[in-house]
């Protein structure tokens, strides 16, 4: 855990020194805490890099430390720990003409670097994919729509994102200033559940404000709508990059919120171990 502290701390360096005109290099950091529909409870605390090798491309990695409590028969059950490492990649086009009509597509891969035995990872290495559009009405106002869907079955990517559905995000950003933006979203899954249990539905909303050049501070919240569903999360962020390389527009309030609760307790294979540690 000291080992994690320090690597954002460094990165909080990294950010600030970073200048206003860099694009190869990001940095940033995200605390997140999600409750599950189980009832269990999660936390998260990011270091994110991020590297973009060429105006169309970016790749992002998350290292976490995961804190997770669940409660069973009246005992309280935790685990604390490194959590799985996901890496994000992201690949977009906008083309000239009215609108700023962008298109792209998103691969992001998990690592099993989190204790699965302790309900910290999912104990196998995962995949999701996606694709987007985005466009701008208005200089003020942008439109965005994404599909994502897990490639490896059970183990998802996310404490978020379903393990078998299609998972599908709608989400409008308006800026109010030159600073401040805002964002409603609504994230809904379609296709096979894990179970007989509702598919996932919730509601969110995200708001950004850029501090110098690219530095921003972030905070996302969303509530479940469904009895499958998490209750709610929340998301606050500091840096130039939060891991969530959207396909549409550069990053979603949505897709923040999702990189930043790493896959655990309930959410896939690592489910049910908490607190039980090999």
Sequence with gaps: MNRIRSFVLILIASIIALPAGA?????????????????ASQTDLNGIIGVAPAS???????????????????????????GDLPIAIGAARTFPGRGSVELGAALDLTLPTGNSGAGLGTGSTA??????????????????????RSLTGDAGTSALSPSRATSLAFE???????????????IADVGPADSALALDRSIGIGGRYE????????????????????RWAIVIGFGTTFGGNNPAGGELSSKR??????????????????????
């Design 257 to 278: 919120l999702a990189h930043a609760v790493s896959k655990s307790v309930g959410r896939g294979q690592g489910s049910g171990k908490v607190g039980r540690h090999p």
């Design 172 to 186: 409008g950003q308006y800026a109010f200033t030159p600073r401040w933006s805002g964002a409603l979203s609504l």
């Design 23 to 39: 694009q190869a290099f990001g940095a940033g950091i995200s605390a997140g805490a999600v409750k599950l529909a189980n009832g």
């Design 211 to 230: 501090v110098h050049g690219p530095v921003a501070f972030t905070l996302d919240a969303a509530r479940g709508l469904t009895s499958s569903s998490p």
């Design 127 to 148: 995949a999701s994919a996606g694709l987007g559009i985005g466009g701008s009405p208005t200089p003020r106002l942008r439109f965005a729509a994404a599909a994502s």
């Design 56 to 82: 169309w491309l970016s790749i992002t990695a998350t290292l976490s430390e995961v804190h997770i409590a669940e409660t069973v028969s009246g005992s309280t059950a935790t685990s604390n720990g490194v």
